[in-house]
């Protein structure tokens, strides 16, 4: 029995808002079906007690003082918007209203 | 030796040779650049070439030496840059469209310290997209070749920066290593590059692809200008919240001290059938020559090896599923052309601009991250992963570094693994362990096989170990000199 259908590599392209053209959706299926079989073993280590690793080295999270440091100006932080105007980046309308201004 | 002579030689000896102003900074770059001009068509090492600033850094080098100012310990150095490490005013791309014509506004801590140590920034290498891959196959824009043979890959993630330094297109090389990335390169291209401990190199300005496992890192021809790269990249950065507050190691010093006493593991499950006899011949004849240097050989076990490609798949893609959501369209980078509603912004544009293995790690990633699958996929890998890490610290009160094949094999043809997924993954079988427990971990030259192409010995120390490991890398490289043999197949293009 696969372990992923079309239909759920369809649903999480749109969880990852990803567009994906139906070969590319048959093409994935296939792979990661292969891929989760062969990841399918960790079933068969016993875990029971082991706490699990999500750092290398243990360290606490650092804290500093809550002082306004060196940044970049809003032109800098700007620069590379494919859409802007002013002090803003530009998007579609997100909520549907009259106009559609994009 | 003139500036064309000595750009075969090490990085150390360049800086020397600029330090005593045997040749300038200016005609060291030159050459460079020349040389690059030559051969770089072939290779698809180079995404960009910085040239008028190299030279203008250089200049800066030469000026300095002329008014007897003090110089950096890499005055004058031409180096060369994963296009992952954040390049102020010079363009970054990831080796992906998305990221296509960004121009950033910072600059990495690594690169910062290498250029105010004097290091001269040649340009930015190519790499597999977003660091995903072990072929330089997944670069959105070119392939790179091996300089060893060009019908072979160089090895990925950062198969550029490996291919430059074995190629000599620049002195030494930034890359990252996250699951082999650096290490796997290394040993195809016959050169050493090192992945430290995790968080000894900071990662601010590194774009990230997987955050618990991303190791920016060194290569160089010899383990000497590796540990003097990472003299000079290590150490804490308050813009990083994972980077380690402890001091920097003298690891060119430990390089040249030897490694008598020092007691040398081979872990059993690191030797197992489906290696390329070639490799395990001269990877067993490597440890013979570490104990003839004055080691100690002791067998380990690492139990839970055989896991690491599994954990490794899981974690790693979680984290770059959130990691690459970041690209969006609005504030950076691509934006798809026909928009009518956010949807379509999001979704083409990420459609469009990702390639087709970043578009794989997304899914897995998002996939095993889902309510319901959480603790059945990633759960049960971080619990792993952490069984894998006690496996390196019990190994650890044993002896003080391991010894292991870097790589199963040597370089495969272009298109040999392309076609499966899953047949690339099993290609970093030795090198994820070391990154999942964010151990050091190194790779230098220890042979090359009857057609010619590298091999290479991987070390591995305990966390914060890189001095050991130096010192046995250093050892076995004076005791066998495979560093100093050149890629035959570039020659005959210059």
Known sequence: MPRIDPNEVREIAQLSRLRLSEPEVARLTGELDAILGYIDELKQVDTEG???MTHAVPFDCPLRADEVGPMLTPDEALAGAPRREGTLFVVPRIVPGPGGDM | ????????TTLTEQAHGVREGRFSARDLVDAYLARIERIDGRLGAYLRVDAAGARQQADAVDADKRAGKALGPLAGVPLGYKDIYVTRGLETTCASRILQGWIPQYESTATTRLTQAGAIRLGKLNMDEFAMGSSNENSAFKPVRNPWD???VPG???GGSAAAVAASLCA?????????SIRQPASLCGIVGMKPTYGRVSRHGVVAFASSLDHPGPFGKSVEDVAALME?????DPNDATSIDAPVGKYREASRAGLSGLRIGLPAEYFAAGMDPEVETAVRAAIDELGRAGAKVVPVSLPNTRHAISVYYLVCTAEASSNLARYDGVRYGHRAAEVANLDDLYGLTRGEGFG????????LGTYVLRAGYYEAYYGKALRVRRKIADDFARAFSQCDVLATPTSPITAFKLGEKSADPLQMYLADIYTVAPALAGVPALSQGCGFSKAGLPIGLQLIGPPLGEEAVFRVAGAYERATQWHTRRPSAVESLS
Not at chain 2, 1 to 8: G, H, K
Not at chain 2, 232 to 236: E, F
């Open chain 2, 1 to 8: 030796m003139s500036a064309p002579d000595v750009i075969n």
């Open chain 2, 232 to 236: 000079v990249m290590a150490g804490h």
């Open chain 2, 356 to 363: 087709a293995e970043p578009k794989r790690r997304i899914i």
């Open chain 2, 172 to 180: 030494g090389s930034l890359g990252t290593d996250t699951g082999g």
């Open chain 2, 156 to 158: 990925g993630s950062s």
């Open chain 1, 50 to 52: 082991v706490e699990p």
């Open chain 2, 150 to 152: 060009l019908e072979r």
